[in-house]
């Protein structure tokens, strides 16, 4: 908070850092261009948790997905001076559609490179497991082969379903935003998304699972 006198009242003033958390992205946007680096700071802290989620679909290790999106933010940041401008021209800013398809495009790059399922031994996927309270290590290790084979079968999935899907289910967005992330109609997004579902549910419930 900062300190103004004002008609012989001294009131009390909230932070720039304080008024930019609650500006849109659009105004944070404008902001940066006008020189505000802590603009961009903000939209980083908004948004990193939801890109963390979407890319940790497409990599098998957490610290895999925290360099990607480092590397988001960084493309962001680099192409930021030209976007922002376009954003400011168009109205509200599509600030996160556009930072998810930075994100999405580096983590499917990321897959094709075949750094996706490296084999893993039991002793080092057993550093890599937090064990749940009450879960005995065994538990734990099976639930992080369970989280595996799913993350397999997602990637698995055709391309606009996973993309659909992981949007939806990580980053837990409106089929709105992200049939405006995706470029394709409301409805489709939907569809796209039951498609998944249903054919995860078939895969993952594999004959040996059914007994």
């Known amino acids: 908070m900062s300190i103004r006198e004002t ?24 902001a940066f261009l006008d020189g505000e680096e802590t603009a961009f700071e903000v939209l980083v802290t908004r948004h990193q948790a939801l890109v963390f989620s979407l890319v940790r679909r497409y990599v ?9 999106v480092q590397g988001a933010f960084l493309r962001a940041l680099e192409a930021s001076q030209r976007v922002f401008a376009r954003f400011t021209r168009l109205g509200p800013a ?10 999405l495009n580096l983590a499917k790059n990321h897959a094709r490179q075949g750094q996706r399922w490296r084999p893993v031994l039991v002793e080092a996927v057993a ?10 290590a065994q538990e734990a290790l099976e639930r992080a082969e369970r989280e595996r084979r799913v993350r397999a079968e997602v990637l698995a ?18 089929f709105k935003d992200i049939a405006e992330t995706l470029g394709i109609s409301e409805n489709n997004a ?6 998944a579902v249903k054919r995860l549910k078939a895969r993952v419930s594999g004959p040996e699972e059914r007994g």
């Open 190 to 195: 939907k569809v796209q998304f039951h498609l």
């Open 7 to 30: 008609g012989g009242r001294v009131v009390a003033m909230p932070s720039r850092r304080m008024a930019l958390e609650q500006a849109p992205d659009e105004v944070l946007c404008r």
């Open 127 to 136: 550093d890599d497991v937090a064990e749940a309270p009450g879960e005995s």
């Open 157 to 174: 999935l055709p391309r606009r379903q996973r993309e659909v899907l992981t949007l939806r289910v990580d980053g837990g967005l409106p």
């Open 94 to 103: 599509p600030f996160r559609a556009w930072l998810v398809r930075i994100a």
């Open 60 to 68: 098998s290790r957490p610290e895999d997905a925290a360099d990607l």
